[in-house]
């Protein structure tokens, strides 16, 4: 199937599930994606857009800088971790504020933050880059995964990426901290993607930025996270592991 192909039934899916009588081909077009075309094809599609995509937006350098300051003390509240992204409306990445589209961003914050441990860690910054070379359709569909591991390495982070779900626990116990892709869910395409932050500590792992006291629960492997998250209905797309600097 063509990438023309694929975005068009991309834009039936998300038209038709305006629709308030939804019939049984509506439902299976909500889950044909997800189980019918491989993450690798998926991935070189979203990447043909993000390397043909316009850049219609303003720049959002300065104002997100200045409404950064305002998320400060809830950062520190959460131990140094971005957890609450639907409270960054006052944020802009390309034509959509962060609680609509900035998984992706924040995902890669609080894995730098936790290879790090640093405090002051840019994140307009990392904005910036990413709408500069990552951003899908100005925003509307969010980041390229892949653009964020071009990041992380252009940053001089070590990385070990895959699309097949076998590697994951593998990169999950050779890794600090992660950075996975999954759609929401494996039968309903509406509920789009979600980039999360999968950090490491003491064998445990802890999932951050994926609803009210994510990060308190304590899982055994990313196998262990797939299986228990959106009630076992997530699909995974993509696991980028940062080594420990």
């Known amino acids: 199937m063509s990438p023309i192909k694929i975005l068009f039934l991309f834009y039936i899916i998300i038209f038709s599930s305006k629709c308030s009588d939804e019939s049984n081909l509506l439902e299976i077009l909500k889950g044909f994606i997800q189980n019918n075309i491989s993450n690798d094809f998926l991935i070189k599609v979203i990447e043909i857009i993000r390397h043909r995509n316009k850049h219609n937006f303003p720049d959002n350098f300065e104002k997100n800088k200045e409404a950064f300051k305002s998320h400060t003390n809830t ?76 990041y992380l390495k252009g940053q001089g982070y070590r990385t070990w990426s895959s ?48 609803g009210i006291n994510s990060s308190k629960i304590a899982y055994n492997s990313i196998s262990d996270v797939l299986n228990r998250i959106n009630g076992g209905k997530a699909k995974e797309v993509y696991l980028t592991g940062v080594y420990k600097q």
């Open 163 to 210: 699309s097949k779900k076998a590697d994951f626990d593998k990169i999950g116990a050779a890794t600090e901290a992660s950075i996975l892709t999954v759609f929401n869910s494996v039968d309903d395409i509406t509920r789009g993607m979600h980039f999360m932050a999968i950090t490491k500590t003491s064998g445990k792992f802890y999932v951050h930025n994926n």
């Open 75 to 150: 950062i520190r509240h959460n131990k140094g971790y971005i957890e609450d992204q639907n409270s960054y409306t006052d944020m802009q990445y390309g034509i959509k504020p962060l609680s609509h589209n900035g998984c992706g961003l924040i995902a890669t914050y609080n894995v730098i933050y936790h290879i790090t441990n640093k405090q002051d860690i840019d994140f307009p910054s990392i904005i910036k880059a990413l709408e500069n070379d990552g951003i899908i359709l100005s925003g509307v569909f969010g980041s390229s995964m892949v653009a964020i591991d071009d």
